[in-house]
């Protein structure tokens, strides 16, 4: 009899694990919302680098999931895909980046967001060859000589993204979306 019982209450629960599946796939349970959406783009490009860089900067007191959307959205519209390009970022006037980095949401602070991208886009193209690998290599691809120059030693060159939330969630971005190899990847803090 308790094994009729056993056999009963396993065949419930699985029933009831199919129609939980069921209504997930079919859509209606709601889903998590997909975090890091990209582009697919070469790992080691270095588009790829800027797409997983400039965003970060402007990733605080925000949705992270609706932040990504827009940053995508961005990146598939032709006409503001430039804004990830700091050598095009740098020619272009203020007004017109500010415009286009809020036409999908992607600076929700209208001044503050668009000042700390093209900040960053002019470091960038000053020091690094427009190129966020750049500062990796020139941290010798450490965690933590890279974080200590964008922390502290260059910080007023990284506005935000020089922050200890910021940077490290960067270099953790960087190292799961593009073809990263950090040394001492244990100083990066998972805050």
Sequence with gaps: MEDKIVKSNKQKLLEKATRLYELWQSGKIERLAQHEVHPDLPTESRENYLYFTLPVAVNFQRSSPAMWQSALKTWNDPKT????????????????????LIKYHLAVQTNKHPDIWIKISNTLKKHFNNSPKKVLEVGDMDAEKILRMIQHDRKE???????????????????????????????????
């Design 157 to 191: 060159d990284f506005p935000y993204l020089g922050g200890p939330k910021l940077s490290n969630y960067w270099l953790y971005i960087l190292s799961q979306f593009t073809g990263t190899k950090l040394k001492n990847y244990s100083e990066i803090s998972r805050l």
């Design 81 to 100: 895909r430039y804004v990830f390009f700091p050598e095009r970022v740098t020619t272009e006037k203020r007004a017109v980046v500010q415009r286009d």
